[in-house]
């Protein structure tokens, strides 16, 4: 596990004295004092959790936990608050901010070093998981194909990108560009989780790679639906002028302005039957060259290694923008 940052909101010393010595054998973890009057300057930072020691603070409980909460890095950070105030009202209003635990004082010394044990893997756990999509990342997408690939079934690896991604956050900047993933991933999960399909799988492997997993071969209608609904909605990321024109203008290094075609989507698929591969970096191998000839055909396309035997061909079903 990476070094975890914990953040002791605390006017003195006595906590954070404490937590070092029950953690001392715990190298990962490091405990930083931070004055209730510094809060908002030690957000810069983001730490992997935050405790507040409401009886030695100067500043309102409930305010700091309202300005942790309304930084935009620091939605989805872990709080432990500690007091001595047993006020149920109290106590409630804590955890309606999202407040992760609320612990009355005086401290049960094991029970906050599991707490805190705890709660730090299960933020290691969920950071897997996509913050941008909420899909499933690698760690789960290796287990999933492994489960399958073990088991023996026959099922469709399908690897999903984007094509000239680059040039539109290039012109309209990442948090545009945020957007068209998330669009992407709703148009993915749209047409793959279907009551056809309870048993598929998609996951987010990063930035505009996506990949979705189907239980049977059956797979060709869903690359149709998800480039239907992408070519006909990924406009509306475009302006009126350059959805019209078909294509962006960006400026190279060297200041000569090239175009781009708008953004399309690209959809390599791997057959994956009993026998076929050896493991699962084999399938990602056929992945990897599935894919390298789909990005070599222009507009929204989706290519299909159909090949029963080392010798077989490729056979590819493109679908071009009109």
């Known amino acids: 596990m990476l070094l975890q940052e914990i953040y002791i909101i605390d006017d003195q010393p006595n906590l954070i004295n404490t937590l070092k010595e029950l953690f001392h054998t715990d190298r990962e973890y490091r405990f930083i004092n931070v004055h209730s009057d510094k809060v908002d300057q030690a957000l810069k930072n983001i ?7 409401e009886d030695n603070i100067h500043q309102d409980a409930l305010e700091i936990c309202r300005n942790v909460r309304s930084d935009e890095d620091n939605t989805i950070t872990p709080i432990i608050v500690i007091s001595s105030n047993k006020e149920h009202k109290h106590r409630i209003e804590i955890l309606q901010l999202g407040i992760s635990h609320y612990i009355v004082a005086p401290i049960d010394q094991e029970f906050l070093y599991y707490t805190i044990k705890n709660i730090v893997k299960l933020m290691y756990v969920n950071r897997r998981v996509s913050p941008l999509t909420g899909l499933p990342g690698n760690v789960q997408i290796q287990a999933e194909m492994k489960k399958r690939w073990l088991s023996g079934e026959t099922f469709a690896m399908m690897y999903i990108d984007l094509d000239n991604f680059k040039a539109y956050n290039d012109v309209y900047g990442f948090l545009k560009g945020d957007e068209i993933i998330k669009f992407t991933a709703k148009t993915i999960l749209k047409n793959v989780h279907t009551e056809q399909y309870e048993d598929s799988f998609v996951g987010h492997i990063g930035g505009d790679d996506f990949v979705a997993i189907l ?32 294509y962006i203008e960006v400026a190279n290094r060297k200041g000569i302005i090239e175009q781009f075609p708008l953004t399309s989507i690209s959809i390599a698929v791997v057959e994956v039957e009993k026998g076929r591969f050896a493991n699962t970096l084999e399938i990602g191998e056929a992945g990897a060259g599935v894919k390298h000839l789909a990005k070599t055909i222009q507009g929204s396309t989706y290519v299909i290694d159909r090949r029963k035997t080392e010798t077989a061909n490729y056979h590819s079903s493109v679908s071009e923008k009109g």
């Open 215 to 246: 239980p049977q071969t059956d797979y060709e209608k869903v690359c149709q639906n998800i480039i239907t609904d992408f070519d006909t909605n990924v406009t509306k990321f475009f302006t009126d002028q350059d959805a019209k024109r078909g």
């Open 47 to 53: 730490p992997n959790l935050i405790i507040i020691h």
